[in-house]
């Protein structure tokens, strides 16, 4: 893919606050099933769900903007020590010959973490992806993350405007709450079983969602 501009950004000023997103989260509950039958799905739509989806709320097909996800970065905003570092290439597979055969191959990603991440409070998380031939306004993420069916935190990051044909750099500061002793014990006793869902917006429309699942047992 061809670019010609490259965008760096921090996402300081753009997070939405937390205690909004609870009372929003509060109005009206959905189910995901109710939400796979809309036609267009928002930002309100997802704060309203009350538990991790079981399945992907929007179609591959859906991102008409080709945007590409490239490489992630994890660092400890407070020791600046990088927790992880990931390039799509490192994985050295013919990612069209996977998709192929699992179309949601991409969609999904486990993590495994040591006991001791639970435990930091500020992670800055850059993101490098590539934009197709059309503009993108308001790109926006929203993530969710859950212990079994309780919410953690919700998470809801602004992109802002990206060019076409362009590659872009942003980090995002992640604020973890700190977590009471017993809910941590009961998460590094089950791996996998806290998730995540990532949406993605151009426009208040849903266009890429993500999911993954963690480990505390690293």
Do not use: W
């Not at 998709?99 to 495994?112: F, H, K, L, M, T």
């Not at 750099?169 to 977590?179: G, N």
């Amino acid at each position: 893919m061809s670019s010609r501009g490259t965008r760096t950004g921090n996402s300081g000023g753009k997070k939405k606050s937390n205690d909004f997103l609870a009372r929003r989260a509060k109005d009206k509950i959905v189910s995901e099933e109710e939400l796979k039958g809309k036609e267009c799905i928002t930002p309100d739509d997802v704060l309203n769900l009350d538990k991790i989806t079981e399945s992907y709320l929007c179609p591959n097909d859906a991102n008409v903007y080709n945007i590409e996800f490239t490489g992630f970065k994890l660092r400890d905003v407070d020791s600046g020590m990088i927790l992880l570092d990931v390039n799509r290439d490192d994985n050295g597979y013919d990612n069209e010959e996977d998709e192929s055969a699992d179309p949601n191959i991409g969609r999904y990603i486990r993590y495994e973490f040591p006991a001791k991440f639970l435990e930091l409070r500020h992670v800055g998380a850059t993101v490098r992806f590539s934009i197709g031939d059309k503009p993108v306004e308001n790109f926006r993420m929203i993530e969710r993350h859950f212990f079994r069916d309780q919410l953690l935190k919700s998470f809801d990051f602004e992109f802002g405007f990206c060019i076409p044909n362009s590659n872009n750099t942003v980090e995002h500061i992640y604020e973890f709450p700190k977590l009471e002793k017993q809910l941590m014990e009961e998460m590094i006793a089950n791996p996998f079983q806290t998730r995540s869902d990532s949406f993605y917006f151009v426009g208040d429309r849903l266009v890429m969602h993500n999911k993954a699942d963690y480990s505390y047992q690293g």
